[in-house]
């Protein structure tokens, strides 16, 4: 079962717009992780968050933890075709050997 | 380093048979974890194995299995093939199994079809 949920669900923009994307869990995490996926192909990691951080940047992106909401967003600033993709976050649950739960994921359009 | 590869990339299945998928991970990755993905169900984790051992499992019936061998590679096997068990199979690799949600670093997958 997925723990993140993400949303949208599916999101199209203009390039050079700012996309948003949210991702609430349920159970409380060590780190929340944002991946991307090009169509029908392998997950590429983006970002992590450790619980204890709070924001955290990697070029164009922004992400940022509430770990009292149990929620995450992530800022993908000027945005360009080639950022159209599917966003998943995956959770990794406190407790040993965890293991990461991803959610079903965002569908970005970037239109040139 | 060469990323996380796949053998075989796509194959084409009849209900009944069964299938071997293969992984290689990283080189210096230790742990590798196995994921089936579906349009209608998302990411859902299969197993993860490390040491040659299974350390987790997802919740998947018994025809789903798993092994790895001592230089870290894996195969998934499916048995008794089902129309249901098409899809994209994905495999990742992570450094450090001991720090729990490690990032994962993922194959190219290998797309099943079951007819």
């Known amino acids: 079962s997925q723990q993140g949920e993400e949303d949208p669900q599916a999101l199209s923009i203009q390039e050079g717009e700012n996309a948003t994307m949210n991702c609430s869990y349920k159970t409380s995490i060590n780190n929340l992780q944002w991946y991307r996926q090009n169509s029908g192909r392998g997950l590429v990691h983006l970002i992590l968050i450790r619980s204890n951080e709070r924001e955290k940047h990697s070029g164009r992106l922004r992400v940022t933890l509430d770990t009292s909401k149990k929620s995450s967003s992530l800022l993908i600033t000027a945005s360009r075709a080639a950022d159209t993709a599917s966003y998943f976050c995956a959770t990794a649950p406190t407790g040993a050997n965890s293991k990461l739960t991803f959610g079903k994921g965002i569908t970005l359009s970037v239109r040139p | 380093k060469a990323g996380v590869t796949q053998t075989p990339r796509y194959l084409i299945k009849t209900r009944g048979q069964q299938v071997t998928l293969s992984c290689s991970p990283i080189s210096g990755h230790r742990s590798v974890s196995w994921y089936q993905q579906t349009p209608g169900q998302g990411l859902q984790f299969l197993f993860e194995y490390f040491s040659e051992t299974q350390r987790n499992k997802g919740n998947f019936p018994g025809r789903f299995s798993g092994r790895q061998f001592s230089n870290s590679r894996s195969e998934m096997n499916v048995s008794t093939l089902e129309l249901g068990d098409s899809a994209l199979y994905l495999c990742?690799?992570?450094?450090?199994?001991?720090?729990?949600?490690?990032?994962?670093?993922f194959g190219p997958g290998t797309r099943l079809t079951v007819l």
């Open positions: 990742a690799s992570s450094p450090d199994p001991g720090r729990a949600g490690d990032e994962q670093f």
